[in-house]
């Protein structure tokens, strides 16, 4: 998929490096336990390449039009935890901080919707993260997704007394 500045795409073996490089940021990783060893990044790229076979979507690596240069990822994922809103297809990103404040969440975000709605026909998605990712709420709510307290979670994956366990939940429904 291509929007005016990005390429969305399947991943190669090439943007491994770039990944590990930006999972191992703790700006990046702020709002996630710890930063990623570089095998712990290239388990998680293992498991987005298995989720496109599983469920034919996924996260998509978001490239940069200009130049070529991998940023990231922007896409699907349906979160392998169960909780109240689940099962449920969860709308992600998480970019090189070099790429941050320029909109480009956004931009691969609104490709990504129409994608899920159009191409994939689904009728509904998620996204969550703790309250204090302004950043990331910020492109939940430029994309329209809307927040029901009465929807925020304990993250069934971090401990009880974890600072990063309660979660806010958008949705967004396709109309
Ligand atoms: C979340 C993330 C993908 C956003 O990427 P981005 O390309 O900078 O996003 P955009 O530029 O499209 O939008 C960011 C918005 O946050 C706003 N913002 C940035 N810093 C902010 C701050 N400290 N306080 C409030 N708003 C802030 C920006 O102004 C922008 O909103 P605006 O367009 O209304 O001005 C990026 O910060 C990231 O990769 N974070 C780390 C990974 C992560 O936490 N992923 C989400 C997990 S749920």
């Known amino acids: 998929m291509r929007t005016d500045r990005l390429i969305l795409r399947r991943w190669r073996h090439s943007d491994r490096e770039p990944f590990a490089r930006l999972n191992a ?70 970019l090189d901080a070099a790429y941050w404040g320029r909109g480009l969440a956004t931009e691969g975000a609104r490709e990504i919707v129409r994608h899920a709605f159009e191409d994939l026909g689904l009728t509904a998605l998620v996204s969550f993260t703790a309250p ?30 974890d600072p990063l366990r309660r979660h806010v939940l958008y949705r967004l429904v396709n109309s």
């Open 25 to 94: 940021d703790p700006r990046v990783m702020e709002f996630f336990p710890q930063p990623l060893s570089a095998g712990e990044s290239d388990a998680l790229a293992d498991r987005i390449e298995a989720h496109f076979e599983e469920r034919g979507f996924g996260l998509y690596a978001a490239e940069l039009g200009e130049d070529g240069s991998f940023i990231g990822y922007v896409g699907l994922a349906a979160p392998r935890f169960s909780a109240h809103f689940t099962p449920a297809v969860e709308i992600g990103w998480r």
């Open 132 to 161: 204090a990712n302004v950043r990331s709420v910020r492109v939940m709510e430029k994309l329209g997704m809307t927040h029901d307290p009465a929807d925020d979670f304990d993250h069934p994956g971090l401990a009880d007394g």
